[in-house]
């Protein structure tokens, strides 16, 4: 495997547990609709949330929320919603990025919740 899938797969496994320490519910990781994939589908208190994990080994060139670009999140709205509607779910949804950076042995992460919201 790439280096940088091993990476990613680190960081999906440092957000799972951040996650699981603040009471959410994981319901999928890695769940596909087409080519779309979102990362981790939560829920938390009565909120479905999608949660894209961007993880770097740095933030040299720029911080790894920003790779989270309207193209990826039209892809992320596109995904929740056959999601939704696969589930016939009636939850309120929200769009989280969960930023990693790790250095050595150690990581930095940040949630940010409600990172953005689907346009009409």
């Known amino acids: 495997m790439a280096e940088h899938n091993d990476l990613g797969k680190k960081g999906e496994e ?3 547990q951040h996650l ?3 009471r959410y519910s994981i319901l999928e990781t890695n769940w596909r609709f087409g080519k ?3 990362d981790i589908i939560a829920k938390h208190e009565e909120m479905l949330v999608i949660v894209e994990v961007k993880t770097r080994s740095s933030n040299y060139l720029e911080e790894p929320e920003f790779a989270v670009t309207k193209k ?3 892809f992320l709205i596109r995904a929740a919603n056959a ?3 696969k589930k016939d779910l009636e939850l309120e949804c929200r ?3 969960i930023s990693i950076i790790v250095y050595s042995n150690k990581s930095i992460l940040e949630h940010i919740e409600d990172a953005f919201y689907p346009t009409l």
């Open 72 to 74: 990826k999140q039209g």
């Open 20 to 22: 699981k320490k603040n």
């Open 36 to 38: 779309d994939e979102i």
């Open 83 to 85: 999601y939704i509607d």
């Open 14 to 16: 440092i957000a799972l």
């Open 95 to 97: 769009f989280d990025i």
